[in-house]
């Protein structure tokens, strides 16, 4: 089991940045890949970007080039770095394991992000 704690997100203008937070408890957060996901109103939650143990990385077509993930194994983090949001970034951002995502379990309260002038 692991516990999920998301936080800094915020209301910012279009074109601004926004650096989100994830808290995990648990020994399981450096053995798993790790996951962003958001979910905007009367929309299905979707990956946003994922990091491997490794440090691997992918994203969503939608936030290449914009946003960045990244993890401190030894502070049991996972960040999300958005920079140029645009009001199509709406939503509330989760993080989970990847694997922990498949199966819909263990999801944080989340933390809102909202992209308006």
């Known amino acids: 089991q692991v516990q999920l704690v998301e936080s800094g997100g915020g209301l910012v203008q279009p074109g601004g940045s926004l650096r989100l937070s994830c808290a995990a408890s648990g020994n399981i957060f450096r053995l798993s890949a790790m996951g962003w996901y958001r979910q905007a109103p009367g929309k299905q939650r979707q990956l946003v970007a994922s990091i491997n143990t490794g440090g691997g990385t992918n994203y969503a077509d939608s936030v290449k080039g914009r946003f960045t993930i990244s993890r401190d194994n030894a502070k049991n983090t996972v960040y999300l770095q958005m920079n140029r949001l645009e009001p199509e970034d709406t939503a509330v951002y989760y993080c989970?394991?990847?694997?922990?995502?498949?199966?819909?379990?263990?999801w944080g309260q989340g933390t809102q992000v909202t992209v308006s002038s």
């Open positions: 989970n394991t990847v694997v922990f995502a498949l199966h819909n379990k263990y």
